[in-house]
């Protein structure tokens, strides 16, 4: 049976693809940042996922506003990714595995959420740089299956909704009948707004206490509204919707084992955490 070791989940600005493509990990400005993948690394090393699930939201390669899905899985053998315009290289393919993607397209239908399915999918710079921060060689060791939240067009998903989508995909993998190591994880975030009166604008308190309550009790976090998410984290920080997806996710006891957190990377809060979901079944129902 699959086995879900654990989450991931890391900002994914840009400007992170610029730096690394410029390999400024030593760089004044860059090393707090890049200084929280150390544990990543030796995390990623100790565990050896075969898979990972990721949430992420898409900003106009694959998706654009004239059609955005709500929730979006992937189904694909490869993701490609194209330039999107930001200045950074674009990215290797990434392989995909279609059997596990079907397998939580069935789960989560059966479970009534109405997802798109992809069997076409470009993948953008929230899955490429989260995927480069964590395993910087040559080569990535593990299959994808992308599920896409929209994080852009209002209306919204609520928070409490996506973490029951995580745990409705939770629920899926512990049901796949293949031996893989599966993580799960959530990108974007933290805190960040990029237009209006309220660019630049960052939380340094509001993020903490997502942080502090979202591996030991993540249904506190629903209670705040997407309007009071926007209040409290700016526009763009409502992506830690894909952190709730991928809490939802862990099924078990959960552990944060590490959280590195820098404020600003470009005009942006970053923020790293490494979630262990140990035995203990803490299954809800949908
Ligand atoms: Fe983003």
Request: aromatic fraction near 10%; include cysteine.
């Amino acid at each position: 049976m699959a086995k879900i070791i654990g989450g991931v989940a890391t900002t994914h600005v840009p400007a992170i693809g610029k730096a690394i493509a410029d390999k400024k990990f030593n760089d004044p400005y860059w090393r707090p940042f890049f200084g929280g993948f150390d544990y990543v690394h030796y995390w990623l090393a100790r565990e050896k996922p075969d898979v990972a699930v990721v949430f992420y939201n898409d900003h106009g390669l694959n998706f654009f506003l004239d059609k955005l899905p709500t929730f979006a899985v992937g189904a694909a053998s490869e993701y490609r990714n194209e330039d999107e315009g930001w200045g950074i290289p674009v990215s290797r393919s990434i392989a995909g595995d279609p059997a596990l993607s079907w397998h939580i397209i069935n789960a989560l239908v059966a479970d009534e959420f109405d997802i798109t399915m992809c069997q076409d999918m470009l993948i953008d710079h929230a899955v490429t740089i989260p995927m480069t921060l964590m395993w910087p060689g040559e080569k990535w060791p593990v299959k994808i299956v992308p599920i896409s939240i929209n994080t852009v067009q209002h209306p919204l998903p609520s928070m409490k909704r996506c973490l029951k989508l995580g745990r409705s995909v939770g629920r899926a993998l512990e049901s796949y009948p293949q031996d893989l190591r599966v993580m799960v994880v959530g990108t974007g975030g933290l805190s960040h707004q990029l237009d209006g009166k309220r660019a630049g604008f960052v939380n340094k308190e509001f993020d903490s206490l997502c942080m502090d309550a979202l591996a030991g009790d993540p249904d506190t976090l629903t209670l705040y509204s997407i309007h009071d998410v926007v209040e409290e984290a700016g526009a763009q920080g409502v992506e830690f919707l894909n952190w709730m997806a991928m809490r939802g996710a862990l099924t078990g006891r959960v552990t944060e084992v590490h959280r590195n957190y820098h404020i600003p990377i470009s005009n942006t809060a970053a923020a790293t955490v490494v979630y262990e979901n140990g035995d203990g079944a803490e299954r809800r129902a949908a």
